[in-house]
DNA sequence: GGGCTTGTCGCATTCGAAGTCAATATGGCT
DNA sequence: AGCCATATTGACTTCGAATGCGACAAGCCC
C-alpha cells in the first residue's frame, strides 16, 4: 500500500512555524487582532498593537505570505520571463526590475524560456503560482501572445512591440536609434555599409535592421549587404567574415543589431583582418551594455535608458495589477547616443 | 441560491479563477478525487482519472500552488539572494541556477542585496515568503550568517565558506586556482608582482589573495605589491596606476581578483600606458566569464564550472529541504585553468 | 456464498491570515 | 448623567487544495 518513496510524515518536523494564533494567545488577545496589526491602517489602538508587536517580537512571528495570499488573491509575486540565451542585457535588467519591484513590495519570480516552444508549459505554471502579473522579456510569436492574453493576467512586454497589437509593452526606440546611428555615419562620409543582424524571429532585431535599412535608402546609399547573427560574440565576428565574402571586400561601415555583435565584430576587423578601427571600418552597436564603454572597445552605440524602462515596465504592470481595465498601452524610451571610438563620425582627414 | 457571480462558462469576465470544486461539480465528483488526480502516484482509476482530467481541460484549470502550499507546507520556491553589483559573473549563475531548480519544479524568488545591511530586512522577506530555502550568492559577514542559522531554513552558500565555521556551501577552490596561475607565472620567469584584490569584506577576494600571495613566498618571490579594488572594471584600471605609484615602476605580472579588473587592468596597461601584453606585463584574472575569451583580452585565467557549481548547489539545497537533519557540507570544485594571451607562460625569448 | 483483502471514493478537516459583522468600549457633547 | 457617534475587539467564515478516515465495491480464496 505504501510505496516506500518518501513518507511525507516521517522526515517532516519542520519546527512548526510561528503563527498568529500563537501570538494571539501569547499577547492574551484574539488571532483578528494580531492580523490587524500587521495591516497598515487598520484599526487598532495603539495599546493593542504594542502588545502584539511584543509578543510577536518575542516569538519571532512573520506573517505567512501563502495564507495572506490565499484569502487576499493577492500574491504579491510577478513572473519575470527571460529567455535562455543570456544576451548580457537581459540579466542587466532582470537585476533592475527586481530592484525596482521590491521597492515597491512585490517580488520576482523567475522563469527561463530554453526553448521558446516550451512557452505553454511555462505559462501554465506561471499561473499555478498565482503571480498578479509578468513582465516578459523574451521573443515570443504572435500565436504565443495569443496564448498569453488568453490566459487574463496582466503582462507587460520589455523591447517588444507588435505594430498591429494592442499589448502593454516598454520599449526603447530602436528605429530613432538606427536612424541616428545611420545619420552620424553618412554624415561622416560612409558610403558603404553592411549589417550584422540579430535573429530573425526577433522583434528587435527586425526593428533595428529596418530601421538602418530604411535611414540608409533614404539617404541614398546603394546596396546593402546583411547577414544575420544570433546576438552572440562568435557570431559578430563570422558576420565580419561573411560580409566580406558576399561583398568580396570590406564596408565602410558595419551596422550591428546589439553590441555584443559589434564587439565580435571589431575584434574580427582587428584580429582577423587585422585593419584599424575607425580608421578603415567603422563599427556601431546597439544596447549600451556595460563592456560596451571599456577602453579596448569604446563602442559607438545607443545606449537603453534601462533604469526608466524597468521603472515603467514596473508601473505599468502594477497598475494593471490594481486596475485590469486598464487600456493596453506602449511606452517608447528615446536611446541615448553615446559617439565612441569605434566609428570615425567626423568626415575623413585629407590622404597621406 | 447558490452565489453565482459570473458564470464561469461566459469567457473572459472578472473570472473567477478555476477551483478543483469546479471541476468536480463539472466531473459530478468529489473535490478530494480532483485533488488526488493532480496528484502523481495518488490511488485513483483511470476511469476516473480521465473523466477529471475532461473536465480540468475543457474549464482549463491549473491547481492553486498557493493554497497547495499552504496545506502541504512547502512552496516550491527557493529564494536566491545575489548581491546588487552585478560583477558579470552573478547573472550568469542566477540564470543557470533558475534552469536547474526548475528542471526539479523548484522555482526561483530573487532578492537582490543592495546594502549589505539590509539583510535583516530581506531575511524577513524570505521567511515571510515561505520559501523551502535559500541559496546565497552575496557578501555575508559572519553575524549576518549567525542570523541565518538562526531562522531555521536550509541554506546553501555559493563561493563562500568560511573556514571556521560549518555552513552548506559549493565553492570554487579558490586557493588552488591561484596557486595554479603563480606557479606557471613563476615557471616563465615572472619575478615581480602586483595584486590587485577584490574589497576587504569579500571571503572569495581573500581567498584568491591570500592564495596567491602564500604561493609567491613559497617561491620565494620578494616583496608584492596588493593594491584593493571593488570587482570592477574602473578599479582594475585604477588598480595598475596605482600599483605603479607604489612600486614606482610596473611589475611584469599582475594578479587580479576577478576577470573584470584583469580586463580593466588590461586596457589600462595598454591605453593609458601604451605597453604591450603580454610581451611587457602579464594580466591574469579569476572566474572565465564570457568577455575574458573575447579576442581583444583572451585572458589567462581560472574558470569556474559553473554548470556543476550550480549542479551541486542545487541538489545540496533540495536535499536539505527533504531533510533538514543533513549534516552542514561543503563541495568544492576545481576549476579550470586557462591559458590565454593575457599572460607570457613560457620563459623569455632572448631579447632583441 | 461467506469472509477477506485491495482498491477507490467522498466527507470532513486542515493549513494561516484576512475580512465581516456584531458586540463592546470609548469619547464627546449637552 | 445620559445619549449618540465612533473606535476597538472577538467570533466566525473564507480562500483552495491535500489528506486521514471510513464507506463501499470489486475481486479473491476456500
Redesign the interface.
Known sequence: MT?K??DPET??H??RRVTSYDVARHAGVSQSAVSRCFKPGASVSKKMRARVMKSAKELGY??????R??ITRR?N?VA?V?S?Q?T?YY??I??EL??RL?ERGV??????L?HESDIDVLL??V????VDGMIIAARLSGTQIDAIEGR?LPFVFYNRSFRDRQINAVCCDQTEGERWLVNRLVEAGHSSFAIISGPEDSAVSVERTQGALERLRELDVGEVVVVEGDYG?ASG?SGLHRIRERLGRLPEAVICANDVMA??C???A??DFGIEVPAQLSVVGFDGV??A?????DLTTVRQPVRRMTEAAVSMILERVEDPGLRPEKRFFSGIMIEGGSARLSPPKERA
Open positions: 510505496d518513496p518518501t522526515s517532516s519542520p519546527r512573520q506573517p505567512n505570505a501563502i495564507a495570499s490565499l500574491s509575486m519575470v527571460i535562455q543570456t548580457l540579466p542587466e532582470l537585476v527586481s530592484q521590491s517580488r520576482v519570480l523567475l522563469f527561463t530554453e501554465d505554471q499561473l499555478q503560482y498565482q487574463g560574440y565576428a564587439i565580435g571589431l575584434d574580427a582587428r584580429h556595460g563592456p564603454r571599456w577602453s579596448s572597445y
